[in-house]
């Protein structure tokens, strides 16, 4: 089943810094906003994307909500999606929030693992997501280690950098409280928080490993 989240914001700039923590499929904006067009943000959108895309991948797409004719031409030229404020935006709107949203922690709905929608990724391929998922929990320590050894040294880009592909990969995992814990701790690396981030970290461990044995007390849902 499809996750969606919903963040808001208020300027282009803080639209960015939501798309460097997280992974969103669609932006929804204004075309004018406070500190610069729909054209600039999806320049921003681009380097964003151009920056991960050997590492974590971006597939972020921007819905400019124009309104007039020359806003709707400019996006046409730039090959932007657009909606027209005149349409009925709130109706679609409304839509999107009756979908399944992105478990939280604390929320009831939060799993350590997601089987079904694990099972939905791979196209029902249980033996090879059992395969990737073992070869995961066999490597984990290394990938802990490429972002503890950085934060310890106070490199917090290379350390979010590492963070940022794990957060990926318990993503495709359907992992789900780790991934919370490991937004989180971006969060911290982003604030320079070396305290905090280590603190954080330590959860993140304790939560992989509460996955592990989840997924070994569960084989069978593996079975065909």
Excluded: W
């Amino acid at each position: 089943m499809t996750q969606i989240v919903f963040r808001n914001c208020n300027t282009g700039q803080e639209a960015i810094e939501l798309i460097i923590e997280e992974n969103f499929d669609l932006i929804i904006s204004k075309y004018q906003l406070d500190d610069q067009n729909a054209i600039e943000l999806n320049q921003s959108f681009e380097s964003v994307k151009s920056y991960y895309t050997n590492t974590a991948p971006k597939k972020i797409k921007l819905l400019v909500i124009t309104t007039n004719l020359e806003e709707e031409q400019i996006c046409k030229d730039n090959k932007l999606l657009f909606f027209p404020d005149t349409f009925n935006l709130k109706s679609l709107i409304l839509k999107l929030i009756d979908l399944p949203r992105e478990a939280k922690r604390g929320d009831k709905k939060t799993t350590i693992i997601n089987f079904k929608d694990l099972f939905i990724r791979v196209d029902n391929n249980r033996e090879f997501i059992k395969t990737v998922i073992e070869k995961f929990f066999e490597i984990k320590d290394s990938r802990i280690n490429d972002i503890k050894l950085p934060l310890a040294n106070g490199d917090f880009k290379l350390a979010k950098d590492a963070a940022h592909k794990l957060k990926g990969v318990l993503a495709n995992f359907s992992m789900e409280e780790a991934r919370t814990t490991i937004i989180e701790l971006e969060k911290h690396i982003l604030d320079k928080d070396q305290e905090l981030s280590l603190q954080k970290l330590n959860q993140l461990i304790t939560d992989i490993e509460k996955a592990r044995k989840f997924y070994l007390d569960n084989q069978d849902q593996f079975k065909s």
